[in-house]
């Protein structure tokens, strides 16, 4: 089969170098390369034939070490996708919008703590986002615009990655475990096509300390990315799922690339790729679009 490997990082003179290491050592590996390709500034493609995907992937970890780069090795075929499914928190803006409301609140320190023991899976979801929520009773409905306008600003390569990949027909969902407020303006900010994500309770103009049930985490982010694959009549090769905490584990494992951005160790090693270096127009790279290619 073929197999594309594909190298992003953020100075392309460390990728013309690294490129040439990479060459070498996938074709002495599987032989001849099928092609090489510039995809883009920092942006180097290299399709090889071979029958072990993961072997394939090893070899071109070993030849990378610890370079500040990232890499993707995945089969060639099915490597468009049809649809993508995002994370927002931390993925598509570059905060935990829970943890700002908590700013607001006089909290942020307490919110914080809990926040990361669940996003590296140390806690389950649900019960954490009940407890931070509750330390939320009373603050103004106010905080949430104003949390918005003042901390929340999309991650770099976000509108890009998903104009483009709805440019070229992907159906594209961001799906959080944080709270519809956010993920409205986000979404029709950075361009998705849809959004989900949990409700915060409110009355007299004020939160309650509830969040509507049941709550969207793990299991409903895996649901909403079948759910979408049934919809579109699409095979779950052709999907795409990003995401950087525990809750987002579930569909980036069920995904035909799971992409772990900036993410959490658990997350990291369970994902297809990873991010750490590049910003999010790497998934387009990924995916074999040339920077001529993409979306303003």
Same mark, same amino acid.
């Given at each position: 089969?073929?197999i ?9 003179a460390?990728?013309d !170098?690294?490129? =040439?290491?990479?060459? %070498? ?7 001849p ?9 920092? &942006?180097?493609? *290299? ?10 992937? %090893?070899?071109a970890q ?11 090795v995945?089969a060639?075929?099915?490597? !468009? !996708?049809r649809? *993508?499914?995002a994370?927002m928190?931390s ?10 409301l908590? $700013?607001?609140?006089?909290?942020k ?6 926040? +990361?023991?669940?996003?590296?899976? +140390? ?5 954490a *986002? ?9 603050l103004? *409905?106010a =905080?949430?615009?104003?949390?918005y306008?003042? %901390?929340v600003?999309?991650n770099?390569? &976000?509108?890009?990655l998903?104009?483009?990949?709805a440019a ?8 959080s475990g ?12 950075s361009?998705?096509? &849809? $959004? %989900? ?11 309650t300390g ?8 793990r ?10 694959v ?15 905490g525990a809750n987002?584990l579930?569909?980036?494992?069920a ?7 900036? =993410? !959490?160790?658990?997350? &990291?090693?369970?994902?297809d790729?990873?991010?750490d270096?590049a $910003?999010?127009?790497?998934l ?10 993409f979306?303003s």
């Amino acid at each position: 089969m073929l197999i594309a490997v594909t190298l992003v990082g953020p100075a392309p003179a460390i990728i013309d !170098k690294l490129g =040439a290491r990479l060459a %070498r050592a996938l074709a002495a590996h599987t032989g001849p390369l099928v092609r090489t390709d510039t995809l883009g500034p920092g &942006a180097l493609d *290299l399709v090889v034939e071979a029958d072990d995907l993961g072997a394939v992937r %090893r070899a071109a970890q070993d030849a990378l070490g610890d370079a500040p780069v990232d890499l993707c090795v995945q089969a060639a075929l099915h490597r !468009k !996708k049809r649809l *993508l499914i995002a994370d927002m928190d931390s993925t598509i803006i570059g905060c935990e919008c829970l943890d700002e409301l908590a $700013d607001f609140a006089g909290v942020k320190a307490a919110v914080s703590a809990i926040t +990361e023991r669940a996003m590296r899976g +140390e806690i389950g979801f649900e019960g954490a *986002l009940r407890e931070r929520v509750a330390m939320l009773q009373g603050l103004p *409905l106010a =905080a949430l615009q104003r949390c918005y306008d003042e %901390r929340v600003r999309l991650n770099p390569g &976000a509108r890009t990655l998903v104009t483009t990949m709805a440019a070229h027909g992907a159906r594209c969902l961001l799906v959080s475990g944080g709270f519809e407020f956010f993920t409205q303006r986000v979404a029709g900010a950075s361009g998705f096509h &849809a $959004d %989900r994500a949990n409700r915060l309770i409110a009355a007299d103009g004020a939160l309650t300390g509830a969040v509507g049930e049941p709550i969207l985490g793990r299991e409903a982010k895996l649901a909403a990315l079948n759910a979408e694959v049934a919809a579109l009549g699409i095979d779950a090769a052709e999907t795409l799922a990003v995401g950087d905490g525990a809750n987002d584990l579930a569909m980036i494992g069920a995904a035909g690339l799971g992409v772990a951005y900036r =993410a !959490k160790p658990l997350v &990291a090693a369970e994902a297809d790729a990873r991010v750490d270096h590049a $910003d999010l127009t790497a998934l387009l790279y990924f995916q074999g679009f040339r920077s001529d290619q993409f979306s303003s």
